[in-house]
T-cell receptor
Framework: DAKTTQPNSMESNEEEPVHLPCNHS???????IHWYRQLPSQGPEYVIH???SNVNNRMASLAIAEDRKSSTLILHRATLRDAAVYYC??????????FGTGTRLQVFP | EAGVAQSPRYKIIEKRQSVAFWCNPI?????LYWYQQILGQGPKLLIQ????????DSQLPKDRFSAERLKGVDSTLKIQPAKLEDSAVYLC????????????FGEGSRLTVL
């Protein structure tokens, strides 16, 4: 399974943008980049995923480096509700998702 | 749309006892997953079903864990006998096709083994 490297923790202030990095230097050509987050005492929830091009949805943006060896999840305006553990996961199509330990994001008022 | 339902939310048992968890996926979702999440770690996949067939159970400790998916809908995960290290949250997730689409997770069942 392709590996990802994320910082253990990050901090942000409310209403500021947050850039969560993920390194995946061993990514293969068919691996999708998925981001999930897990709020306290809840199951993980889908945030966004992409293959090569940058992606935007109502929750976040995903910026993928041209060589695909790294990606960044962008929360445009952090809220207190965004405090969670964020997981960056690589997976080929039709394969299972293998979670790492993720990045714990703290958001301060 | 109803989400993934799991029960019980909490269970406390003594070691060597048995326990069962139930999961009802989102209607129409063909793929169902059971994950184990130990405190401070990311979820670990135990088993993946496609309809009522097993796709991957390579990480399931088959000497004590078993799982089934009845008629390709509901699923149960059983642990017998439980060990102290089985204390964890057991998460059920489902997806439409089991490909790169979105996984929907339930709130989980927290097991404490004393």
């Amino acid at each position: 399974d392709a590996k990802t490297t994320q910082p253990n923790s990050m901090e942000s202030n409310e209403e500021e943008p947050v850039h969560l990095p993920c390194n995946h230097s061993t990514i293969s050509g068919t691996d999708y980049i998925h981001w999930y987050r897990q709020l306290p005492s809840q199951g993980p929830e889908y945030v966004i995923h992409g293959l090569t091009s940058n992606v935007n949805n109502r929750m976040a943006s995903l910026a993928i480096a041209e060589d695909r060896k790294s990606s960044t999840l962008i929360l445009h305006r952090a809220t207190l509700r965004d405090a969670a553990v964020y997981y960056c996961i690589l997976s080929p199509p039709t394969d299972k998702l293998i979670f790492g330990t993720g990045t714990r994001l703290q958001v301060f008022p | 749309e109803a989400g993934v339902a799991q029960s019980p939310r909490y269970k406390i048992i003594e070691k060597r006892q048995s326990v069962a968890f139930w999961c009802n996926p989102i209607s129409g979702h063909a793929t169902l997953y059971w994950y184990q999440q130990i405190l401070g770690q990311g979820p670990k996949l135990l088993i993946q079903f496609q309809n009522n067939g097993v796709v991957d159970d390579s990480q399931l400790p088959k000497d004590r864990f078993s799982a089934e998916r009845l008629k390709g809908v509901d699923s149960t995960l059983k642990i017998q006998p439980a060990k102290l290290e089985d204390s964890a949250v057991y998460l059920c997730a489902s997806s439409l096709f089991g490909d790169t689409g979105e996984l929907f997770f339930g709130e989980g069942s927290r097991l404490t083994v004393l």
